[in-house]
Nanobody, 126 residues
Framework: QVQLLESGGGLVQAGGSLRLSCAASGRSFSNYDMGWFRQAPGKGREFVAAINWSGGSTYYRDSVKGRFTISRDNAKNMVYLLMNSLKPEDTAVYYC???????????????????WGQGTQVTVSS
């Protein structure tokens, strides 16, 4: 059974930092691109960042470029999201998942499989 367990969220002031972790179990994800997605209250789930299977390529939505860094450790089946210079608009529940480009060559990713962990809440106060 595939499980994705996100952690590392919390309450932080604007300008602060958090590091999210995603532990995958039930199968190896080393051959999959992985992504972080988020869902703010009253909004749909949206793409935040993605990393290819080897970790050699990363992709971000424009609003987090230069502030967020996605990374992975395939030996540990882990994916991370380092978030710096956090803003109130980053407040959301953050999820990790396998991911694929929305279209060939696109830097915008969508979830590959429709299974989700419980997510981790990130709240940024102004």
């Amino acid at each position: 059974q595939v499980q994705l367990l996100e952690s590392g969220g919390g309450l932080v002031q604007a300008g602060g930092s958090l590091r999210l972790s995603c532990a995958a179990s039930g199968r190896s994800f080393s051959n999959y691109d992985m992504g972080w997605f988020r869902q703010a209250p009253g909004k749909g789930r949206e793409f935040v960042a993605a990393i290819n299977w080897s970790g050699g390529s990363t992709y971000y939505r424009d609003s987090v470029k230069g502030r967020f860094t996605i990374s992975r450790d395939n030996a540990k089946n882990m994916v991370y999201l380092l978030m710096n210079s956090l803003k109130p608009e980053d407040t959301a529940v953050y999820y990790c998942n396998t991911a694929v480009p929305r279209s060939p060559g696109s830097s915008w990713y969508i979830p590959l499989y429709n299974y989700w962990g419980q997510g981790t809440q990130v709240t940024v106060s102004s």
